[in-house]
Nanobody, 129 residues
Framework: QLQLVEYGGGSVQPGGSLRLSCVAS????????VAWFHQAPGKEREGVAC???????????YYKDPVNGRFTISRDSAKNTMSLQMNSLKSEDTGTYYC???????????????????WGEGALVTVSS
C-alpha cells in the first residue's frame, strides 16, 4: 500500500525547534522530488521546501524565502524517509505540514511545487508562547 506518514508535529515556543519526518511505504523516495508544504489556519497550502530526486543531476534543495536559513529539508535513502528540521520557529510557522513526493525536479510556481503525486495526511505544528 502506497503511503506517506508524517511524524514529529507538536507545540513549541517561538525560537524553538522541531523536526518532522515522513516515512514512505510502497514507493521509493529516491526516485522522486520530495517536498514539504505548510498550510496556515485559514490559508491555502504552500510549498516551503523541496529537494530534487537522487536521479536528477544535482539533488538540489529549494526553500521559500521566509524559511530559508531556518528550515532544512533532507532525505535518508537507507530508511526511505524525508525530514524537515525547523529552527528559530515563529508564530507564523503554525499550521499543518504535509510531505509530498512526485516528479523528478522541484518546479515552483504560484506558491506550490508542481507534480507532487503522493501526499501524507499532515502533521500539526503550533508555535506559541
Amino acid at each position: 500500500q502506497l503511503q506517506l506518514v508524517e511524524y514529529g508535529g507538536g507545540s513549541v515556543q517561538p525560537g524553538g525547534s522541531l523536526r518532522l519526518s515522513c516515512v514512505a511505504s510502497g514507493l521509493t523516495l529516491n526516485y522522486h522530488a520530495v517536498a514539504w508544504f505548510h498550510q496556515a489556519p485559514g490559508k491555502e497550502r504552500e510549498g516551503v521546501a523541496c529537494i530534487n530526486s537522487i536521479t536528477s543531476s544535482d539533488g538540489a534543495t529549494y526553500y521559500k524565502d521566509p524559511v530559508n536559513g531556518r528550515f532544512t529539508i533532507s532525505r535518508d535513502s537507507a530508511k526511505n524517509t524525508m525530514s524537515l528540521q525547523m529552527n528559530s520557529l515563529k508564530s507564523e510557522d503554525t499550521g499543518t505540514y504535509y510531505c509530498a513526493a512526485g516528479g523528478i525536479l522541484c518546479t515552483y510556481t504560484k506558491e506550490t511545487y508542481l507534480g507532487m503525486q503522493y501526499w501524507g495526511e499532515g502533521a500539526l505544528v503550533t508555535v506559541s508562547s
